[in-house]
């Protein structure tokens, strides 16, 4: 996705330890016209896929299932990082995130994940795949199918996308990041 490797060029910050803050137009604030792009070549990678719902998880992942969700008229589920406190039945599991440096619970109600699903899975970044693991395990606890997974920007130096291609996970990234340091990002070519 060219519009999204320049963009990432223009207004993401790189620095060492393979950070990248992308927040101006991805995370903190959306640029809707990038959204509805990525929305729209999701669509075009998973359109062999019989989905039925959208599955994502707070906060970043919400805008591009969001628009996936709208543009294939399905439902977007979310996995919330807060125990819903108005709720009995929810599947739930630990994951550890990197970008925090910290392991939370993550949650999704019984009610809006159910035997026989199949869903896909929309997140910002994989990295090490600790959250798209977390989601995994609760999509399998709810008998669900998790026919894939989609990804806005992947760093390829982590090893999140072996660790889910170790599970027969299918992984879709829409940019792919070979290396980040101080002001340079180098692109998978």
Do not use: C
Request: aromatic share 10%.
């Amino acid at each position: 996705m060219e519009l999204l490797k320049e963009r990432i060029k223009i207004d993401g910050e790189s620095f060492d330890g393979g950070i990248l803050n992308v927040d101006s137009f991805i995370s903190h604030q959306l640029d809707p016209i990038l959204m509805k792009n990525i929305a729209e070549e999701f669509v075009k990678r998973f359109e062999d896929l019989n989905v039925n719902k959208i599955i994502t998880i707070e906060t970043s992942g919400i805008a591009p299932s969001i628009l996936l969700g709208l543009a294939l008229e399905l439902p977007v589920v979310f996995v919330k990082k807060i125990e819903p406190k108005n709720l009995d039945e929810f599947y739930s599991t630990q994951v550890y995130s990197f970008t925090k440096d910290k392991t939370y619970d993550i949650y999704v109600n019984k009610q809006y994940l159910s035997e026989g699903d199949n869903v896909i899975f929309i997140d910002d970044f994989l990295a090490n795949g600790n959250a798209a693991l977390g989601v995994r395990y609760l999509v399998k606890e709810a008998g669900a199918n998790l026919l894939g997974m989609g990804f806005i920007i992947e760093k390829s130096f982590q090893e999140g996308r072996d660790r889910l291609l170790n599970h027969g996970i299918r992984v879709e990234s829409l940019v792919r990041i070979d290396w980040i340091s101080e002001n340079s990002i180098e692109f998978v070519k």
